[in-house]
C-alpha cells in the first residue's frame, strides 16, 4: 500500500505542499511580530523586507534556464531544502540586515518550488481533475497549517514565545520532508518535452494579465492586512495564530468544494464572484474601526485565495502543453513585478493613510473584474478569449 502511494504523482505534490506549508506559514504568521517586538520595524521596514521577499519570486523566470540543466523534480526538492534552511535560521540574530538576508534565501526556495509545484501540477493533472485535485492540494495545505499552528497555539499557552525555536524546527522538518522525497520517491518522467527557452506567447495575454494583477491583489493581504491587526488593533501573537488557525480549518472545510465549484460554474464566472467579494472587502478595509470587524475581514479575504485555482484551470485549457513549464516561469515573473515595487510603495503611503493602500487594492480588483470577463465559457487553444475564436454553443 505505503509503496503503490510513494510511486504515484500526486503524492509528490502532496509532500512539496505540505513542506511548503510548515515552512511558510510559520514564518509567515510569526513575522509581524518578531519584526516589531524584536528587531522595531514600522511599516517602512516591513515594506521594504516584503518587496525585497518578493525579488525571487520576480526572477522565477531563470527557472526554465536551471531546467536545462537539473530536472523539474529534482529542482523541486533542491527548492523545499533551501526554503527550509532560509526558514530555520530567520531568528538567528534579531538585526534588519539578517532578517532582510534570512528572508531573501528563504524566498529563493519559496518561489522556485512554488514555480515548479505549479509547473508540474498542470502538466501531470488532467485537465478534467486540475480543478479537484489543486482543492485538496490547498485542502491538505490547510489541515497541516491546523496541525502545526495548532501546536504552535497550545506551546504559546504554557512558554514564552522563542522564535529562534520555532523557526529552526519548521526550517529543518520541511528540509527533512525534501530528503524523504529525495530518497523515497522514484523519479518520474515529465511527458510532454517542455520548450526549454524564454517566450511571451500574444495568445496568452489575457491570462498574463489577470495573473499580474492577481499579484498585486495578494501582496495587499499579505503584507497590510495582517500587519493592521497587529500595529492598529495590538492583536498579540497568541491571538494572530489563532486566527491563522481558524482560516486553515475554513480552507481545508472549503477549498475541496471551491475546486468542484470552479469545474461546475467555470472560470469567468468563479473569479468574477472573487473580484466582487475583493472589492467589497477591501473598500471595508480601509475605514474599519473595529477589531472584530478587522477579523471578519481578514477571515473573507483569506477564503477568496482558492478562487485563483480558475487563473491555472484557464491556462491549463488553452496553453500548448509544450509551453507549461516556461510560461509557469514567465507567469511567476509577471505575478512578482508589482510584488515586487508595491510593498515598499504603499509602505510609504502606509504611514500618510492606511485606508489608501485598501482603496488601491479595491482598483486592482476592479481591473481584475474587468478583464475576467473576457474569458470564454469553454476556454480552448484558438479560443483564449472571448475576443478569438467562435464559441461552441
Given at each position: 500500500?505505503?509503496?503503490?502511494?510513494?510511486?504515484?504523482?500526486?503524492?509528490?505534490?502532496?509532500?512539496?505542499?505540505?513542506?511548503n506549508?510548515?515552512?511558510?506559514?510559520?514564518?509567515?504568521?510569526?513575522?509581524?511580530?518578531?519584526?516589531?517586538?524584536h528587531?522595531?520595524?514600522?511599516?517602512?521596514?516591513?515594506?521594504?523586507?516584503?518587496?525585497?521577499?518578493?525579488?525571487?519570486?520576480?526572477?522565477?523566470?531563470?527557472?526554465?534556464?536551471?531546467?536545462?540543466?537539473?530536472?523539474?523534480?529534482?529542482?523541486?526538492?533542491?527548492?523545499?531544502?533551501?526554503?527550509g534552511?532560509?526558514?530555520?535560521?530567520?531568528?538567528f540574530?534579531?538585526?534588519?540586515?539578517?532578517?532582510?538576508?534570512?528572508?531573501?534565501?528563504?524566498?529563493?526556495?519559496?518561489?522556485?518550488?512554488?514555480?515548479?509545484?505549479?509547473?508540474?501540477?498542470?502538466?501531470?493533472?488532467?485537465?478534467?481533475?486540475?480543478?479537484?485535485?489543486?482543492?485538496?492540494?490547498?485542502?491538505v495545505?490547510?489541515?497541516?497549517?491546523?496541525?502545526?499552528?495548532?501546536?504552535?497555539?497550545?506551546?504559546?499557552?504554557?512558554?514564552?514565545?522563542?522564535?529562534?525555536?520555532?523557526?529552526?524546527?519548521?526550517?529543518?522538518?520541511?528540509?527533512?520532508?525534501?530528503?524523504?522525497?529525495w530518497?523515497?520517491?522514484?523519479?518520474?518522467?515529465?511527458?510532454?518535452?517542455?520548450?526549454?527557452?524564454?517566450f511571451?506567447?500574444?495568445?496568452?495575454?489575457?491570462?498574463?494579465?489577470?495573473?499580474?494583477?492577481?499579484?498585486?491583489?495578494?501582496?495587499?493581504f499579505?503584507?497590510?492586512?495582517?500587519?493592521?491587526?497587529?500595529?492598529?488593533?495590538?492583536?498579540p501573537?497568541?491571538?494572530?495564530?489563532?486566527?491563522?488557525?481558524?482560516?486553515a480549518?475554513?480552507?481545508?472545510?472549503?477549498?475541496?468544494k471551491?475546486?468542484?465549484?470552479?469545474?461546475?460554474?467555470?472560470?469567468?464566472?468563479?473569479?468574477?464572484?472573487?473580484?466582487?467579494g475583493?472589492?467589497?472587502?477591501?473598500?471595508?478595509?480601509?475605514f474599519?474601526?473595529?477589531?472584530?470587524?478587522?477579523?471578519?475581514?481578514?477571515?473573507?479575504?483569506?477564503?477568496?485565495?482558492?478562487?485563483a485555482?480558475?487563473?491555472?484551470?484557464?491556462?491549463?485549457?488553452?496553453?500548448?502543453?509544450?509551453?507549461i513549464?516556461?510560461?509557469?516561469?514567465?507567469?511567476?515573473?509577471?505575478?512578482?513585478?508589482?510584488?515586487?515595487?508595491?510593498p515598499?510603495?504603499?509602505?510609504?503611503?502606509?504611514i500618510?493613510?492606511?485606508?489608501?493602500?485598501?482603496?488601491?487594492?479595491?482598483?486592482?480588483?476592479?481591473?481584475?473584474?474587468v478583464?475576467?470577463?473576457?474569458?470564454?465559457?469553454?476556454?480552448?487553444?484558438?479560443?483564449?478569449?472571448?475576443l478569438?475564436?467562435?464559441?461552441?454553443?
Open positions: 500500500m505505503l509503496s503503490k502511494l510513494l510511486n504515484e504523482r500526486k503524492t509528490f505534490l502532496y509532500l512539496l505542499a505540505i513542506g506549508t510548515i515552512a511558510f506559514a510559520t514564518w509567515q504568521v510569526m513575522l509581524n511580530n518578531f519584526a516589531v517586538e528587531v522595531d520595524f514600522t511599516g517602512e521596514e516591513i515594506g521594504i523586507l516584503q518587496s525585497l521577499r518578493e525579488v525571487p519570486g520576480f526572477l522565477a523566470f531563470t527557472a526554465i534556464l536551471i531546467m536545462v540543466f537539473i530536472r523539474q523534480q529534482t529542482f523541486a526538492i533542491l527548492a523545499l531544502l533551501t526554503l534552511i532560509g526558514t530555520a535560521i530567520t531568528a540574530y534579531p538585526t534588519a540586515l539578517w532578517l532582510y538576508f534570512a528572508t531573501v534565501v528563504m524566498s529563493i526556495g519559496f518561489h522556485y518550488l512554488e514555480t515548479l509545484h505549479s509547473s508540474l501540477s498542470l502538466q501531470w493533472l488532467s485537465k478534467d481533475e486540475a480543478p479537484k485535485v489543486l482543492g485538496k492540494i490547498l485542502s495545505r490547510a489541515l497541516c497549517n491546523f496541525m502545526i499552528l495548532g501546536t504552535l497555539y497550545i506551546y504559546l499557552m504554557f512558554f514564552a514565545v522563542n522564535y529562534n525555536v520555532i523557526y529552526m524546527l519548521a526550517g529543518f522538518t520541511a528540509a527533512a520532508i525534501g530528503i524523504f522525497c530518497f523515497a520517491i522514484p523519479h518520474f518522467d515529465d511527458g510532454v518535452a517542455q520548450k526549454k527557452s524564454l511571451l506567447r500574444k495568445k496568452y495575454w489575457l491570462y498574463y494579465l489577470l495573473t499580474f494583477f492577481a499579484g498585486a491583489r495578494r501582496q495587499i499579505v503584507v497590510f492586512a495582517g500587519f493592521l491587526l497587529v500595529e492598529k488593533f495590538d492583536f501573537i497568541e491571538d494572530v495564530v489563532m486566527l491563522t488557525l481558524v482560516n480549518a475554513l480552507t481545508f472545510y472549503l477549498a475541496p471551491i475546486g468542484r465549484l470552479i469545474g461546475y460554474i467555470g472560470e469567468r464566472r468563479a473569479l468574477t464572484l472573487e473580484y466582487i475583493l472589492i467589497i472587502i477591501f473598500v471595508s478595509y480601509a474599519v474601526d473595529t477589531i472584530e470587524f478587522a477579523i471578519a475581514l481578514y477571515l473573507l479575504d483569506h477564503m477568496f485565495f482558492a478562487m485555482i480558475a487563473i491555472k484551470t484557464y491556462f491549463q485549457k488553452i496553453a500548448d502543453p509544450a509551453d513549464a516556461a510560461t509557469s516561469s514567465i507567469s511567476f515573473t509577471i505575478n512578482h513585478i508589482a510584488a515586487v515595487v508595491l515598499a510603495l504603499l509602505g510609504l503611503v502606509w500618510i493613510n492606511h485606508s489608501a493602500v485598501f482603496l488601491i487594492g479595491a482598483a486592482i480588483a476592479c481591473a481584475s473584474l478583464l475576467s470577463q473576457l474569458i470564454p465559457d469553454h476556454p480552448r487553444p484558438s479560443a483564449e478569449t472571448r478569438t475564436g467562435k464559441q461552441p454553443i
